[in-house]
């Protein structure tokens, strides 16, 4: 058992938090953000991320998990401490340290013995070495640095933690690496790597899987785009390449572009460290750009069905689907924020709905949108459906009632939701991404 440390209370550092003690170690989580402290300690789960709270709750109550606000407190008894702290991009692109180094600063002037000080944030190269600079500033005892980026996946958070495909350890430490090794043994026990190497290379290894799957976005992206121009099936050709276990079925699904906290901010960093160092990063710089494009594609498809974006203003939209991916509630850098502002500044009107996320967009666009609370209810009196998000809950829908309450049985589905041969059958007019349309 260990004593763990954990300061940044958000989706990483409670994810994190939480599996670290329900493997039977005691952890201490540190925010500065008192309101969810508050709730923390009251039981309530501050995220949304399925089968955390029954873990959560259970840690809590067997207390092998508390909360705090206060750093010092946190520093007490711990023998290792993770950063899960904010890395925004800055204006230039690059991740913003000032969390990380204002920390690490505190923790310098804070620790009376020795600590492993962890950093799960996704940093630039180099940034293990800034860290440790931070600490030793006011340190008066020994610590060790080690980087240990996150690969978790929002909305499968929780498993994606407690059986990772490989845990990577940035260390020059010996000591370090062994306290690392102890603690994430449990984790691996499946027989998943913890791969050892050195900090540089870990926290480059972050920026390159994250990259590596934001290309392979932009590619079928782009191959969907393609499709509809030849009239090729995109549907077909992911299977038709995904079997080739070289390339492997995974991240080839085209679509609206790829949102989130994590891939646009961490496609953005890698490019401006390339050219830190002199290298221009040609193919990230496409990646970013095709996503950018692809965010436009429904709007511009809605646009071209009506003969111009003058047609577009008194149109009323059914749209469903907002948050950047199912399973989760999470808006940032969403798909659906583009295409509502596009929308409203053509004079269309929209009714959205979304099982988790409105409340999130309400506090963007105010009363501009109307928000549904049943999926069926947004589509009364609709012009069209559009489709931004792939919930499990739009997959299946009742189609007699969606023809009923749509005006124009229409629909614009930006994540090839449905079978295009079966919309045909059922009389819809189905315009999806990188697949023949079906017209009535
Ligand atoms: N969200 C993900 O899916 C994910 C996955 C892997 C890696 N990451 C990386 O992990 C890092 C954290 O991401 P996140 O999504 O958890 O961020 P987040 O914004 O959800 O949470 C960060 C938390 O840190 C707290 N905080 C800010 N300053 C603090 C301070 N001085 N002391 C204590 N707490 C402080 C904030 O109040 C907030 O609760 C980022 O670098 C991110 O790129 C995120
Ligand atoms: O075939 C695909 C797969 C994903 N997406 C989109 O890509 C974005 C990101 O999806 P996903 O990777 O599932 O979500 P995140 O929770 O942002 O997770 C990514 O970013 C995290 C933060 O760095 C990493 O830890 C994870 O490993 C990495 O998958 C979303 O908008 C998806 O809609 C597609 O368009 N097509």
């Known amino acids: 058992m260990k004593h763990v440390a954990v300061v940044g209370t958000g989706y990483v550092g409670l994810v994190a938090g939480t599996c670290f003690a329900e493997t039977g170690n005691q952890v201490i989580?540190?925010?500065?953000?008192?309101?969810?402290v508050e709730k923390l300690r009251n039981n309530v789960v501050t995220i949304y991320e399925p089968g955390l709270e029954v873990l959560f709750k259970r840690n809590l109550r067997e207390k092998r998990l508390h909360f705090t606000t206060e750093l010092a407190e946190a520093m007490e008894s711990c023998d290792?401490?993770?950063?899960?702290?904010?890395?925004?991009?800055?204006?230039?692109?690059?991740?913003?340290?000032?969390y990380v180094l204002g920390v690490a600063k505190e923790i310098g002037k804070l620790?009376?013995?020795?600590?492993?000080?962890?950093?799960?944030?996704?940093?630039?190269?180099?940034?293990?070495?800034?860290?440790?600079?931070?600490?030793?500033?006011?340190?008066?005892?020994?610590?060790?640095?080690?980087?240990?980026?996150?690969?978790?996946?929002?909305?499968?958070?929780?498993?994606?933690f407690l059986k990772p495909d490989r845990v990577v350890i940035g260390s020059s430490s010996e000591?370090?690496?062994?306290?690392?090794?102890?603690?994430?043994?449990?984790?691996?026990?499946?027989?998943?790597?913890i791969l050892v190497m050195d900090e540089r290379s870990a926290e480059m290894t972050k920026y390159a899987a994250n990259s590596m799957l934001a290309l392979r976005i932009s590619f079928m992206n782009?191959?969907?785009?393609?499709?509809?121009?030849?009239?090729?099936?995109?549907?077909?050709?992911?299977?038709?390449?995904?079997?080739?276990?070289?390339?492997?079925?995974?991240f080839l699904y085209p679509g609206v572009g790829y949102g989130g906290s994590c891939f646009p901010k961490d496609v953005k960093a890698l490019i401006k460290t390339a050219q830190d160092y002199?290298?221009?990063?040609?193919?990230?710089?496409?990646?970013?750009?095709?996503?950018?494009?692809?965010?436009?594609?429904?709007?511009?498809?809605i646009e071209a069905y009506y003969g111009g974006r003058e047609h577009i203003a008194g149109k009323k939209f059914a749209m469903w689907g907002l948050s950047f991916k199912p399973n989760t509630d999470d808006i940032r850098e969403a798909p659906s924020l583009v295409v509502i502002h596009a929308l409203l500044e053509m004079g269309a009107e929209i009714v959205a709905y979304d099982p988790e996320a409105m409340g999130h967009v309400k506090q963007i666009v105010g009363d501009k949108v109307t928000f549904a609370s049943l999926a069926e209810d947004a589509l009364n009196d609709a012009d069209a459906l559009i489709?931004?998000?792939?919930?499990?809950?739009?997959?299946?829908?009742?189609?007699?009632?969606?023809?009923?309450?749509?005006?124009?049985?229409?629909?614009?589905?930006?994540?090839?939701?449905?079978?295009?041969?079966?919309?045909?059958?059922?009389?819809f007019e189905y315009y999806s991404i990188g697949r023949p349309t079906c017209q009535l």
Request: glycine letters at 6%.
């Open 29 to 36: 989580c540190v925010d500065i953000d008192k309101a969810k």
């Open 80 to 98: 290792i401490i993770f950063l899960a702290l904010p890395t925004p991009p800055g204006e230039d692109g690059s991740a913003d340290l000032k």
């Open 111 to 160: 620790i009376k013995s020795y600590k492993v000080v962890v950093n799960k944030s996704t940093v630039p190269v180099g940034t293990a070495d800034k860290v440790r600079a931070a600490i030793a500033e006011h340190a008066t005892c020994d610590f060790d640095v080690v980087s240990n980026p996150e690969f978790l996946r929002e909305g499968v958070a929780v498993d994606d």
């Open 175 to 193: 000591r370090a690496t062994e306290v690392m090794q102890q603690l994430y043994e449990p984790f691996v026990r499946q027989g998943n790597p």
């Open 222 to 250: 782009e191959i969907a785009n393609l499709c509809d121009k030849v009239g090729a099936n995109v549907d077909m050709v992911r299977r038709g390449i995904g079997t080739d276990f070289r390339i492997g079925k995974h």
């Open 278 to 301: 002199e290298y221009n990063f040609q193919i990230l710089k496409s990646v970013e750009c095709v996503n950018e494009s692809q965010k436009h594609l429904l709007v511009q498809k």
């Open 387 to 427: 489709i931004v998000t792939e919930w499990n809950e739009f997959r299946n829908p009742d189609f007699n009632s969606v023809k009923k309450r749509l005006k124009h049985h229409l629909i614009f589905d930006g994540r090839n939701v449905f079978d295009n041969h079966k919309m045909k059958e059922l009389g």
